[in-house]
């Protein structure tokens, strides 16, 4: 069983930054790819980065693309996502995810999930 916790939410003005990381019990962390997706009330949980078990690897849904970086360093056993120039449709709770080796755009994919940290974006 692997854990993830998440951190680093809080609430931010408009073009303001933060950064989430993710935390894991994974012992073999380097054989993860791992991946943040976000869910806003009412919404469908959606995809917002991932990242190859490597870290050789990486991508962004389109909405984020040129804002977001998703990175990970394997010696802490953490997967981050540096989020700039926020805006209020990124209001939503952030979720990491697991997988074994490659990573995924979809949710259905990733066997191990965090509990999830609140962004609110404050205009």
């Known amino acids: 069983q692997v854990q993830l916790v998440e951190s680093g939410g809080g609430l931010v003005q408009v073009g303001g930054s933060l950064r989430l990381s993710c935390a894991t019990s994974a012992r073999t962390f380097s054989t993860y790819a791992m991946g943040w997706f976000r869910q806003a009330p009412g919404k469908e949980r959606e995809f917002v980065a991932a990242?190859?078990?490597?870290?050789?690897?990486?991508y962004a849904a389109d909405s984020v693309k040129a804002r977001f970086t998703i990175s990970r360093d394997n010696a802490k056993n953490t997967v981050y996502v540096q989020m700039n120039s926020l805006k209020p449709e990124d209001t939503a709770v952030y979720y990491c995810?697991?997988?074994?080796?490659?990573?995924?755009?979809?949710?259905?994919?990733?066997?191990?999930w965090g509990q999830g940290t609140q962004v609110t974006v404050s205009s």
């Open positions: 990242i190859s078990s490597s870290g050789g690897s990486t």
């Open positions: 995810a697991a997988r074994k080796w490659t990573a995924s755009t979809s949710t259905n994919e990733y066997r191990y």
